[in-house]
Structure formats: structure tokens, C-alpha cells
């Protein structure tokens, strides 16, 4: 065939250049290439595609260059227009495939070519071939018309209306859109990207309206295409069937038209395609096919997608495990399981879980059919729950199996303590055996039906049965050491005896000293103690529930080895009421005290009052006070820290309102019941009171009035003393008694013949008091005013004429100097007697207006002339005289 193609062309370029004429022009007829054919013309109406088939007329042997032209409506418009390359081949027939914007419906379209011979030479295009669009008869169409649309593409929807009808609007989701004409009478608007709807359905609403009132309302579908299948994963449970899961895209609405098939194809073997769900697919096993290629293939109307995998089966299997029983005992239980499927000749490893615990892993082979393992360390009277799976390869683990319930048998342990008191007989012991039940887990209801007590010493044992409800007993034993065992019986006997051993009698004389706790607060006790290594199974701390009451109810608390604190919450313990704990050591169930600690949870301060002593001893300066009071006394409601004296005294100042002096004296040492008070006065009552003191303050006091004794030795001192000084004097002066008795008498006697008359001087000062009384006072910087006694000198008195004394006082100029300047005897104070009076000057001056002045002077010096000297001398003292003067204001006279 290609050997006549070649010959062809060779004749066809001989005749062109014979055809030639002589001058280089060709002839006047001119050779034509013949016009290329479409053979057929096919619209795909789902995905606007139209498919072109030519018939090929090679004219190259690399092959030919088509132009192609595509014309829309009855005009032939062209709206494409591109050119194809075709390679020479076999083939005479060619398709090609365009897809329009517009729905092939809506329109015609119209194609044509021509052959372009090496890109110069054209020949005829041949005749237009048409796919003709839908005509509306009677009714308006849409297109595209309820097609699943691509999310994200651009669409065009047309309208189509009958013959002398013309479309007025086209309106999308009820949105009225802008018209595009297409042809005559066509109509369309543009989406630019489709979206899913998120409404109350997913469609897209068109709606056409005509000019003659008609509309035209259709749906659409907007979807997205189809994925990638992802992690595609194939396994066997039994080597017959095989099991593929992959990962697909979101779950599609149900209201979405676009559905969705999934395939299988092995492409390895000649199985027929595999219809499979969403995202699983399950398909025999091909007999000795080890390994597996396969297909996954996802369709829908908007495409198709696919991924390929390949396995080994023999790698690729999940164990199917069936549990067959559960045998439960106290703390652990056995499980065993079936393998299902033809996989005797494998090793499997396999798990085994309980809830609240942690995984069991073993080997199994499953050649017997069964596997076993034993599940450990439960806890009793518990529900539990087990699965199982396996793994052929420990990479791949099958599904676990349905939980199987189980109950584990309840188990019942006591917690033995004692108590030991000796006898008055020295070889004899009472025990006191106690004890609490434990019954862990809450499956079932457990019912104790009795306890046995065991005790054995010196190689005789003893037994003694107690009811259900009892938590004690109570035994006798001998000074030796005495083991003892405690159980409970219960229905299912599983029942763990209790043991504790009583060391022989401690004949050591210092036990443990009593420590005060310090660390205990309103939220409870914080006990503490050392660490001992002769305690290697832990401590044991007892204390009384009601304190250190006379009955006690013993409570204990067991402490693990290594720990060597405890705390014990406030809710089991009362405030005021001490308590006294009690710490052990234990070693191979012996215990032994360590160490004894007290204290309180929180003290008061209303302790009783002490007793005091009578009578009580006291001097004239200090009393000493002596009490009774039990401070250790364990009914105390808190330690007592010492004891507070209080002195008050008994008198006076308490009677007028004054707060009496108190005296306190602490005493700080709890043992010292006596103090001695002194510096106290003698001969008074003084109250004392005594009172014991707690962390929190001073509690109730006891009272005691004392009187101090007299100091009649202090009173003789006071009485001896002066009359000895006195006597001594005496002694002393006696040499110069007459010299005394001549001074004493010119002090303590009148001179002679001095007569004073006293009635008229009183008179004369209480008138004159009158009148500066009745005057108004002038206000002034001062008022201090002076009155001022003299007389004249004895030699001067007695130089006088006696008859002068009679007469009236002289004006005050008459005096040669200020009255200030008068010279008056100071050393001699005139004395009253029944004799005559000697003369005397009174001065009355107000140092306000005693101005330095001659004319204040002359203006405020007035001479009291009309006052009447009542005074008359004697006839022996003639020379003595008395003159009493005044200044005052002219403003007062």
C-alpha cells in the first residue's frame, strides 16, 4: 500500500511539470486539490461534545494540516476556527472532538474543513455538516435540562422558545439575569462558577418567561467529580476471601443526583469487574495467587477515577477470634479462644485485656484448636470484662472480640490489732484481740458467718469461736511470748487468716518518754516519728477514739514500710480532749512501742482552778501562797504551762474610784506550786488569785483575801528617834542656855508700853474697803496693788515731841522722799499687844498709775487728812508712833 502511495505522488509531480509551458508559466489548466470529507458528524449531548470523523486522502508522507471551522446558528457564525495536524498512518478515517460553551441543544452548529498542502496550497472547504438543534413546539425549552453540573465551571443556559415567541427574562435561583441573544430568537445567560447549593435542596432553579406570559421552570444539579480512592488496604481472615477498604471523599447528600459506582478489576488474573460499596469491597481469593494487583475505579456523571495496589495474601491476614470460656477465681481468672479459618499452620501472637488492667501478650498455635493464658493479679469481688485479638505477623492485629463479663470471687482479710494489760498477778496478761473485715470490690454482698480465734504459747493451742457480729476478745495469757491467728468463715471459704504475735513481758524500766505533738492544727493531727530499721514491715499507730477516757475504744492505723508520717483528718477527733498516740514497730508480725505522743487538736483555755492552802503565811511585807493542782491530769482540755498570781490591794483608792495597783507574778514551770509576794505594805488587806495558764490563755482562778502583819518595830524607830534628837540637843545647847533665852525673848515678846487698839482698825480698813469697792475698777495693764507697813526708826521715835503724835498727818509733799523710797525696818514684825500701839504708815498703792512724774505725782499723792488716827501711845512709850497713809487715784477720790 505504501509502495502505491509513493508511485501515485510521483506521477502526480511528473504530470505537473509536463503540464508547463516553454516560458515557465503552467498551462490554463490549473490542478486543484479535491475537497476533504466529514464521514460523520456525532453530538455527545451530556458533556456538549461534538465528534468529527473524517475520511483522510494522504497527500504527504508526514502527514496533512486541517483547517476546521465550526459554525453556530442557520448564519453558519463561526465561533472556532483552528487547525489539526494528522500524521500519515494506515487509518483513511480520523475523529475529532470539540466541546462547546452553549448546550448542543440550543442551536445549530456546523462544521466544515479543507486540506492545507504543505501550508501553501488550500484546497476547497468542504460542505458545512450540521447537528441541528431542538425546536420548541408549543413550549419554551431549557437547556442544559436536569443535567448534573461540574462545581466550578462556567455554564451557559439557554432558552428556547416555540416559533413567534420571544423570551422577556430568564432568572436564576429567583434572580433575574442579563440576556445574551443567540441566533434569532435563542436566549441565554452566563454563570461564571457553579456552586453547590446550601439550602433547603442542592439544585440550581431556572425559570424562562415569554411575552405571552408563559414561564418555563426546570432544575439543575451542581456535584463534584469523582476522587482518588486513598489508602487502599487489603487483608484475609481465613485465606478464602479477600477483604479491600480504601478512603473515599466526603459522603454525597441525598439529594444528589450525581451517584457514584466503585469497581474492582485484578488486573493479574481474568476475574470479571468487581461492583463494590463506597469503601469496601470483598471478592474470593484466586487459588494460588499470592501476589494481587489490582484496580479501584470511582465513576460518575462528571468523570471517573482510579488507583492501583498490590499485595502478598499470605501477608495480609487479620485473625477472626472467637473466646470460648472464663474460669474466674479470687485474684486472677484463665481464658481460652478459637482461631476461626483455615490457619492451623500459623504462629499466632495474641492479646488479652480486662478493664482497669494492663494487657496480657503470649504465643499461640492454634494447631490443638484452642488457646490458653491465665490473667493475673485482679483484685476480688470485682466485674470484669475481657477481649481478645490476634496478630499473624505482630504488625497486623485482627478486631478484638466482644467483651466477655466475669466476676472474680470475693476474698475477705482482717486487720488484727491488740491491746495488753498486766494483771496484779506479775505472770499473768489480758489481750484484748481486735479487729476489722475487709471485704474489697463490690460485686456481690459477702456474709461473714463466723470468726475463729487460734492462740498458741508454750505449744498450747487454744480456739474460741465468735459470732459474725462480734470485733473482739478477750484472752489471758502468761508472761512468754503468745502467737495468736484470727479468720473469718465465709460461703466460699476464701478467707486469709489474720496473724499477730505478743511479745514476752517487757521488764524494761524506761519506757519511751511522752512527747508533746507541736504540729497539730484545726484540720487534724500531723504525727511524725524517726525511721527504725528494726521496723521492716511498717508501723502501727493506736490511739483512744474518746481521748485518754477511763474506757477506751482502741482505734489503730498501719503505716507501710518506709513512711514515717501520718495524718490524721479532724472529723475523728473532738477539740478539748487530749489524745495520747501510741507508735510500734513491726517485725514478722511483733510489735513494739517506739514511741508515745500527745496532744490536742485545738486547747482551751477553761481549766479548773487550783486549790489553795490555808492559812496561808505572810509577814508585814510578803505573803507566800501555796496551791494544789494535778497538771498532768489527761482530762485537762489543754497542757498546762504554768500558773499566773494576781495582787490586788484591799483600800481606798478601789473605794474612790481609783484603779488599784495589780500585781502579777507567772510563774512558768507547771511543777511549782508556791510563790512568795513582797514589797507589799504592812497592816493592809490585800486579794490574791491563782490561776493555771494554757497556750490559749489563763483559765478559772481561785481567790484569797490576806491582811499583812503590823510592823510595831518601824513605829518605835518613828517614836524613839526624834525624842533621842531632841535629848541630844539639849545636851548640846545647855552651855548656852541664857544667851538662847535673850534672843527668844526679844522675838516672841511686844516691846513695853505698846498698846494696839484693834476694834478701830479693823473699822478703818473695812471703810476703806468699802469705798474702793463701790468705785468702778478702770481697766488697766495691771492692778497690783501693795500694801505696805512702816514705821520709823527707834531713834528717831524717841527724838519726836510726843505732843505731835496727836496732832493729823502731814500731806505726802511734805516728805523728802518718794514713797517708793521710804525707809521702813524690815526685820522686825509689829505684834499686837494689849499696851498702846506704836505709830505705824499704811501705804496703799496701784503700780498702774505710780508714775515717775512730779505732776502725776502731785495729782495722785493725796494725804488722807480726813482719816482720824485712833491711835494713842502710851504713857511709857511716847517715842514710838504708827502712821498709816494711802495713795489712790484722783479719778477714785
Known amino acids: 500500500m505504501t509502495h502505491f502511495r509513493i508511485s501515485s505522488v510521483n506521477w502526480l509531480v511528473l504530470y505537473l511539470v509536463f503540464s508547463e509551458d516553454p516560458s515557465g508559466c503552467y498551462s490554463n489548466t490549473v490542478w486543484q486539490l479535491p475537497p476533504p470529507s466529514i464521514s460523520l458528524l456525532q453530538a455527545i449531548r451530556d458533556n456538549q461534545s461534538l465528534c468529527v470523523s473524517l475520511q483522510l486522502n494522504h497527500s504527504s508522507l508526514e502527514g496533512n494540516v486541517y483547517e476546521i471551522q465550526i459554525g453556530r446558528t442557520e448564519n453558519h457564525t463561526v465561533i472556532y476556527n483552528g487547525n489539526i495536524s494528522i500524521l500519515s498512518t494506515d487509518s483513511h478515517n480520523y475523529t475529532w472532538t470539540w466541546t462547546s460553551d452553549l448546550p448542543l441543544e440550543c442551536v445549530d452548529h456546523s462544521v466544515r474543513i479543507r486540506l492545507l498542502d504543505n501550508q501553501s496550497v488550500l484546497s476547497p472547504w468542504s460542505n458545512w455538516k450540521t447537528n441541528y438543534g431542538d425546536q420548541a413546539k408549543g413550549r419554551t425549552k431549557i437547556f442544559p435540562f436536569q443535567r448534573v453540573l461540574r462545581e466550578g465551571t462556567r455554564a451557559v443556559i439557554c432558552c428556547v422558545p416555540p416559533k413567534g415567541v420571544n423570551i422577556t427574562s430568564i432568572s436564576i435561583n429567583n434572580r433575574e439575569q442579563p440576556l445574551i441573544s443567540i441566533g434569532a430568537i435563542v436566549k441565554a445567560v452566563t454563570i461564571e462558577s457553579l456552586a453547590i447549593q446550601t439550602t433547603f435542596i442542592n439544585a440550581l432553579s431556572v425559570n424562562c418567561s415569554d411575552d405571552s406570559g408563559n414561564s418555563r421552570f426546570i432544575w439543575n444539579y451542581v456535584s463534584s467529580p469523582p476522587k482518588k480512592p486513598r489508602n487502599i488496604s487489603c487483608m484475609t481472615s481465613d485465606m478464602t476471601t479477600v477483604t479491600c477498604t480504601w478512603e473515599s471523599d466526603h459522603e454525597r447528600e441525598v439529594d444528589d443526583h450525581n451517584k457514584k459506582t466503585h469497581t474492582l478489576k485484578i488486573q493479574n488474573s481474568d476475574h470479571f469487574q468487581i461492583l463494590c460499596k463506597q469503601t469496601s469491597c470483598t471478592f474470593p481469593a484466586v487459588p494460588h495467587l499470592e501476589e494481587y494487583s489490582i484496580i479501584v475505579v470511582v465513576k460518575d456523571r462528571l468523570g471517573e477515577e482510579m488507583e492501583s495496589y498490590s499485595f502478598n495474601i499470605s501477608e495480609r491476614v487479620f485473625p477472626v477470634v472467637e473466646c470460648d470460656r472464663v474460669r474466674p477465681k479470687v485474684t486472677d481468672t484463665a481464658v481460652s479462644w478459637l482461631v476461626k479459618g483455615n490457619l492451623s499452620h500459623m504462629n499466632f501472637l495474641c492479646h488479652v485485656t480486662t478493664d482497669f488492667h494492663s494487657t496480657t501478650e503470649m504465643r499461640c498455635q492454634s494447631v490443638s484448636g484452642f488457646c490458653t493464658v491465665k490473667v493475673e493479679h485482679l483484685l476480688p469481688n470485682t466485674r470484669y470484662s475481657t477481649r481478645i485479638r490476634c496478630s499473624a505477623d505482630g504488625k497486623l492485629w485482627g478486631e478484638w472480640t466482644q467483651p466477655v463479663a466475669f466476676i472474680t470471687f470475693p476474698l475477705v482479710t482482717l486487720d488484727v490489732w491488740r491491746s495488753i494489760k498486766q494483771l496484779p498477778d506479775s505472770n499473768s496478761r489480758q489481750v484484748t484481740l481486735l479487729w476489722t473485715p475487709y471485704v474489697p470490690g463490690s460485686a456481690v454482698t459477702v456474709n461473714i458467718q463466723s470468726y475463729i480465734v487460734q492462740w498458741s504459747q508454750e505449744g498450747k493451742k487454744q480456739t474460741e469461736w465468735k459470732d459474725s457480729g462480734q470485733r473482739q476478745a478477750e484472752v489471758s495469757i502468761g508472761p512468754g511470748q503468745c502467737d495468736f491467728t484470727v479468720q473469718a468463715v465465709i460461703q466460699s471459704n476464701s478467707s486469709v487468716p489474720a496473724h499477730i504475735t505478743v511479745l514476752q513481758r517487757d521488764d524494761q524500766k524506761n519506757p519511751p518518754a511522752e512527747k508533746r505533738l507541736s504540729c497539730s492544727t484545726s484540720a487534724g493531727f500531723n504525727l511524725s516519728w524517726e525511721l527504725h530499721e528494726t521496723a521492716p514491715c511498717g508501723y502501727t499507730v493506736d490511739w483512744c477514739i474518746e481521748g485518754n477516757a477511763v474506757l477506751c475504744a482502741l482505734q489503730w492505723v498501719k503505716v507501710s514500710q518506709g513512711n514515717n508520717t501520718l495524718f490524721l483528718p479532724a472529723r475523728h477527733f473532738k477539740a478539748g480532749c487530749r489524745y495520747t498516740f501510741n507508735i510500734y514497730g513491726c517485725r514478722e508480725n511483733m510489735h513494739q512501742l517506739l514511741e508515745v505522743q500527745t496532744g490536742y487538736l485545738q486547747e482551751h483555755k477553761s481549766v479548773p482552778s487550783p486549790s489553795l492552802v490555808k492559812p496561808v503565811?505572810?509577814?508585814?511585807?510578803?505573803?507566800?501562797?501555796?496551791?494544789?493542782?494535778?497538771?498532768?491530769?489527761?482530762?485537762?482540755?489543754?497542757?498546762?504551762?504554768?500558773?499566773?498570781?494576781?495582787?490586788?490591794?484591799?483600800?481606798?483608792?478601789?473605794?474612790?474610784?481609783?484603779?488599784?495597783?495589780?500585781?502579777?507574778?507567772?510563774?512558768?514551770?507547771?511543777?511549782?506550786?508556791?510563790?512568795?509576794?513582797?514589797?507589799?505594805?504592812?497592816?493592809?488587806?490585800?486579794?490574791?488569785?491563782?490561776?493555771?495558764?494554757?497556750?490559749?490563755?489563763?483559765?478559772?482562778?481561785?481567790?484569797?483575801?490576806?491582811?499583812?502583819?503590823?510592823?510595831?518595830?518601824?513605829?518605835?524607830?518613828?517614836?524613839?528617834?526624834?525624842?533621842?534628837?531632841?535629848?541630844?540637843?539639849?545636851?548640846?545647847?545647855?552651855?548656852?542656855?541664857?544667851?538662847?533665852?535673850?534672843?527668844?525673848?526679844g522675838i516672841f515678846v511686844y516691846p513695853a508700853g505698846m498698846n494696839i487698839k484693834i476694834p478701830q482698825l479693823a473699822s478703818f480698813l473695812q471703810e476703806t474697803g468699802d469705798r474702793l469697792q463701790s468705785e468702778k475698777p478702770e481697766e488697766c495693764t495691771s492692778c497690783n496693788i501693795e500694801i505696805l507697813n512702816t514705821r520709823p526708826f527707834l531713834t528717831e521715835t524717841t527724838q519726836g515731841d510726843p505732843e505731835d503724835l496727836n496732832t493729823s498727818p502731814s500731806p505726802a509733799p511734805a516728805l523728802d522722799l518718794p514713797l517708793s523710797c521710804v525707809p521702813f525696818q524690815t526685820d522686825y514684825c509689829p505684834q499686837l499687844w494689849d499696851g498702846a500701839a506704836l505709830e505705824q504708815n499704811t501705804c496703799i498703792t496701784n503700780q498702774t498709775y505710780f508714775h515717775t512724774m512730779e505732776e502725776d505725782l502731785s495729782e495722785t499723792h493725796v494725804m488722807l487728812a480726813d482719816i482720824k488716827s485712833t491711835l494713842e501711845l502710851s504713857e511709857s512709850q511716847q517715842e514710838s508712833c504708827n502712821v498709816i497713809c494711802g495713795y489712790i487715784s484722783n479719778e477714785v477720790l
Open 617 to 745: 503565811q505572810s509577814t508585814s511585807s510578803s505573803v507566800t501562797l501555796e496551791w494544789r493542782y494535778n497538771e498532768d491530769d489527761a482530762a485537762h482540755p489543754a497542757f498546762i504551762t504554768g500558773y499566773l498570781v494576781t495582787v490586788e490591794e484591799v483600800g481606798s483608792d478601789t473605794l474612790s474610784g481609783h484603779a488599784a495597783d495589780l500585781i502579777n507574778v507567772s510563774v512558768a514551770d507547771p511543777h511549782r506550786k508556791s510563790v512568795t509576794v513582797e514589797g507589799l505594805q504592812q497592816n493592809h488587806e490585800y486579794a490574791f488569785s491563782v490561776c493555771a495558764l494554757t497556750k490559749e490563755g489563763p483559765g478559772q482562778a481561785a481567790s484569797i483575801t490576806v491582811r499583812t502583819k503590823a510592823n510595831y518595830t518601824a513605829h518605835m524607830v518613828k517614836i524613839v528617834t526624834p525624842v533621842l534628837l531632841l535629848l541630844g540637843c539639849t545636851i548640846l545647847l545647855w552651855p548656852q542656855r541664857k544667851t538662847l533665852q535673850s534672843g527668844l525673848k
